[in-house]
């Protein structure tokens, strides 16, 4: 079996990047019939670009997997590469930020450990298939993990303009960002339709389009989802006084939020295989895709069960 390994330099600020690469060719150091590849993503899309050209060209019964190295934006560019193509499978070494998709496997390996990531099982998991005109174009895309819209999505949003700022550190421009979307209660106002039939339309909070449990770098955000039910799980939480959100907060993070006394009367939850977002009253909203912002005039989302192979790292 052939093994790439795509490594964003970038991610976690470079930190790791050079240890990594090390323990990359020390595991594979004395495996006969073992072959690898390491390619550093220079651009934005390269890993996409570079995993698919290699997927594309796999023989019929050959196998190959695809390692993602960095955040959960450089998981979803591969996945994406390599997403229908058959004998490909995807891995994730976490060197990013966020983190969030490999969460969602507790009982896995370590998922830096690159021998665990070698002798690791590939299972199926679902995909999210999302299409609409997105950042400009029309697109048909995958998210993996989840879509964030609304304010945790603008803190996102928010705090990638503070970090161009001179002076401004990521954990800085984070809290920063928090702070100023709560002054404002920025949220948004979505139309969603279920299989046809409308479910909401106006203002919330915030709403969370899950294949998996966590965002925002391990908020649990999302308890009742599972990566491989064949079911995605929206959240709507409404539009609430910044009081009751401030209250509400460290149940959202910590996933008891469903349980909470009134939580029927702040959010709604529900399982869907098929839905319409598009903005209410506004032209466009951003969209947060696996950690990474998206502007668009809409999307469907449709669930594609066990559509990717996912590495799950040998626990020794």
């Known amino acids: 079996m052939k093994h790439y390994f795509f490594v ?105 450990d690159v021998k665990a990531q070698i002798e690791g099982e590939a299972v199926p998991i679902d995909a999210m298939k999302y299409e609409g005109f997105v950042d400009g174009k029309q697109q048909s895309r995958y998210c993996i993990n989840m879509f964030n819209i609304g304010f945790d999505c603008n803190v996102v949003e928010l705090t990638g303009r503070l970090k161009q700022k001179p002076l401004i550190s990521g954990s800085a421009a984070y809290l920063m960002a928090v702070f100023g979307v709560l002054a404002k209660k920025k949220g948004t106002s979505l139309t969603i339709t279920d299989s046809g039939s409308l479910w909401w339309e106006g203002p919330m909070l915030l709403c969370s389009i899950s294949n998996g449990s966590y965002c925002g770098g391990g908020i649990y955000s999302s308890p009742q989802a599972m990566i491989d039910d064949g079911l995605f799980d929206i959240c709507v939480i409404n539009d609430v006084s910044r009081l009751r959100f401030i209250q509400a907060f460290p149940k959202y993070k910590n996933g008891t939020h469903l349980d909470m006394k009134g939580a029927d009367e702040i959010l709604d939850v529900r399982k869907c295989t098929d839905v319409t977002i598009l903005p209410y009253g506004m032209k466009d909203l951003f969209i947060c895709v696996d950690g990474e912002i998206q502007l668009t005039t809409g999307i469907r989302i449709t669930m594609c069960h066990e559509a990717l192979n996912f590495v799950i790292p040998k626990k020794y």
Request: charged share 20%; with cysteine.
């Open 8 to 112: 964003n330099p970038a991610a976690g600020n470079g930190k790791g990047v050079d240890a990594l690469i090390a323990a990359i060719d020390a595991a594979f150091s004395g495996r006969e019939g073992c072959e690898y590849s390491i390619k550093l993503t220079d651009s934005v899309g390269a890993a996409e670009r570079d995993s698919r050209d290699i997927a594309s060209k796999l023989a019929n019964g050959e196998e190959a997997r695809f390692y993602a190295c960095g955040g959960d934006g450089t998981m979803n560019e591969v996945a994406n590469g390599i997403i229908g193509w058959p004998g490909a499978s995807l891995g994730v070494i976490p060197i990013g930020t966020g983190n969030d998709t490999v969460r969602n496997f507790p009982q896995a390996g370590d998922f830096m």
